[in-house]
């Protein structure tokens, strides 16, 4: 078997995969970590990251992901900025498609795509984006601690998620589109109980009032169209995420809300394809986890190269 062109190659450049990248190249394994956009990924539109450990003092995304990204390549890392559009594989080895650098082959892919939270389709959204309105009520509630938000969803998360910020916040509006949610029933006994959280259902989001800072949401009423404004400090979004897992459909294996299935070892369904990050089926999605993934998929990379070159 010809040798490849990597050992290891890791698809995306967000702490995942950054982490993936450090720990490969520290182990002595050739390793190159391609990224569609900047290091750090969708960490990049963070703009205030409090929770990473030993950083006492807040970072944003941009900083931290170039951070990581210098220091797997002080580890001997490499980095190339280009999109993956498919993944085939050569018996051990994997043959990686991108956009503009040709094929690259590997004994081992990390995939390191992440996840996108769903937008609600607000015409000025992108723009508020952890600026009034949020993704992720572990990541930025502690920012709103005291003072009131409303939050939209309906689902399990979502529930979690105001029960998270009922404990942080003065008060909290639950807005769903259904009259009854879509939870287990023990979470919305949990939101039922909450004294500080008002639920707002059969309601959708019409606007975001802007002018002079945040200043709430205006919700409509599905049945009567009424509009009704609910003061607040922001706006915590959680109906949902979308694994980009594009490049591996019918590769490997995926849950029914199409995450790649990979347990805390990493390993999919694929010998020496590993999935890393929010990308893949697990119970929480942050900047922490994300690494650790990174950090474990090495030790599995490391198995699966002994072995093949050892045939």
């Known amino acids: 078997m010809a040798a490849p062109d990597y050992d290891v190659i890791v698809i995306g450049g967000g702490p995942g995969g950054y982490a993936a990248g450090l720990y490969n190249a520290r182990a002595g394994f050739n390793t190159i970590v391609l990224e569609m956009l900047s290091a750090g990924g969708q960490m990049t539109l963070t703009e205030t990251i409090e929770n990473y450990p030993g950083l006492p003092e807040a970072t944003d995304g941009f900083t931290l992901g170039d951070n990581m990204q210098r220091q797997a390549e002080a580890a001997g890392a490499k980095s190339e900025m280009t999109k993956v559009t498919g993944i085939e594989l050569d018996g051990d080895l994997k043959i990686v498609h991108t956009s503009d650098m040709g094929d690259l082959t590997a004994y ?18 992108a723009e508020l984006a952890d600026k009034g309105i949020h993704y992720c009520a572990a990541c930025d509630g502690m920012r709103f601690r005291g003072k009131t938000v409303a939050l939209v969803g309906g689902g399990n998360t979502a529930l979690e998620d105001a029960a998270l910020l009922a404990r942080l916040c003065e008060k909290v ?14 979470f919305v006994d949990a939101i039922q109980q909450a004294d500080n959280i008002e639920q707002v259902l059969c309601s959708v989001v019409d606007s975001v009032e802007i002018e002079n800072g945040f200043q ?3 919700v409509k009423d599905v049945d009567t169209g009424s509009l009704t404004f609910l003061p607040c400090d922001a706006l915590f979004v959680s109906v949902g995420r979308d694994p980009n897992t594009e490049i591996v459909k019918g590769l490997c294996e995926m849950d029914g809300s199409g995450y790649i299935v990979a347990d805390e070892t990493t390993c999919t369904s694929v010998p020496g394809i590993f999935a890393v990050g929010d990308v893949r089926t697990k119970p929480m999605r942050q900047v922490v986890t994300a690494a650790a993934d990174g950090a474990v998929s090495s030790v599995y990379t490391n198995q699966y190269i002994s072995e093949v070159r050892a045939k």
Do not use: F, M, S
């Not at 081992?108 to 959204?125: D, F, I, Q, S």
């Open 108 to 125: 081992c892919v990390v995939v390191a795509t992440g996840a996108n939270a769903r937008p609600l389709g607000l015409p000025n959204e």
């Open 216 to 218: 709430g949401v205006t």
């Open 173 to 186: 509006y639950l807005i769903h589109r259904r009259g009854e949610y879509r939870a287990v029933q023990c």
